[in-house]
């Protein structure tokens, strides 16, 4: 039965594959829309304003919850992070599916706002594993790791209010899977 498009939520501990599963995914098929969060966190090397990131400042993302630019918003490790309202509603107007990246925070939001909306944790294959791959993506100090793998632990401990799991064991394996619950193959 071909349904509504709607919102799919991916969420999940950070380190846990999350955008790389999701850049390997839109490689093969670009028309999967994914939403632009808003963060206050400082561009990674490589990444880019307007594409993975728009990267603002504290005033400026103050600035936009206040406006109620934000469908939903969230401070995780120390930074602000939120999804714009209006790019998405317009996606799903135009009868679009919608994935957003974010966080349980976020999706627990979302969740309230849009009960239809199809929540998706991706979890690692172990907690050790989780470590490795946080650890070796070398983006952050020893600090923010620890406070990303404290969040990891309560991000954990909610898989069962997501209407799917998925285990990040392939990233082949796993885009695959998301693709299927997105409809789009
Ligand atoms: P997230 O977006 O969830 O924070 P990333 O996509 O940045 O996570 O991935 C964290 C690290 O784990 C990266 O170095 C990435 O290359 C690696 N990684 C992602 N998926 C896998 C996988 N299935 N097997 C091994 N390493 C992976
Ligand atoms: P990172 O700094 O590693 O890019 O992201 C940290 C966390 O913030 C991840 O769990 C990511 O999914 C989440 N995140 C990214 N964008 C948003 C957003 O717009 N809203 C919320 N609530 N979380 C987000």
Redesign the pocket.
Known sequence: MSERPRLTVLS????????????FMRAQHPEVWLSVSATTRKPRPGERNGVHYHFVDEDQFAKMVANGELLEWAVFAGNHYGTPRKAVLDKLELGEPVLL?IDLQGARQVRESMPEAQLVF?APPSWE?LVR??T????ESQAVIDQRLAAAKVELAAESEFDATLV????EG?AAELLALLNVV
């Open positions: 999940g501990p950070s380190g846990v594959g999350k955008s790389t599963v999701v850049a990246e991706l594993e791959r946080l070796g993506r070398g983006t990040n064991t392939s990233v796993v």
